[in-house]
């Protein structure tokens, strides 16, 4: 079952930590997103393998938008 991960507020990706086919573990940082000068994890609630990366460094993500998508 896919597990979607959706931004929970508007922020910069700071770094993409992980790549679409790398292999995660629960509480695994996928993504690094800034906002307000606080760098915020973004981490998977479910292990895995990550089946897309849907942001690039420097985009920035509105509250809501798909992040990662782990299988």
Known sequence: MAE???AEM???VL???VAE????RRDDTLVLLESMKMEIPVIT???????KV???PGQVVQR???IA???
Do not use: S, T
Not at 21 to 24: A, L, S, T, Y
Not at 45 to 51: C, L, Q, T
């Open 4 to 6: 979607e991960i959706h």
């Open 10 to 12: 508007v922020a910069n």
């Open 15 to 17: 770094q993409v930590v």
């Open 21 to 24: 086919g790398d292999e995660v």
């Open 45 to 51: 609630e479910v292990g895995g393998v990550v089946a």
């Open 54 to 56: 849907a942001v690039q």
């Open 64 to 66: 809501g938008d798909l």
């Open 69 to 71: 998508v782990v299988e």
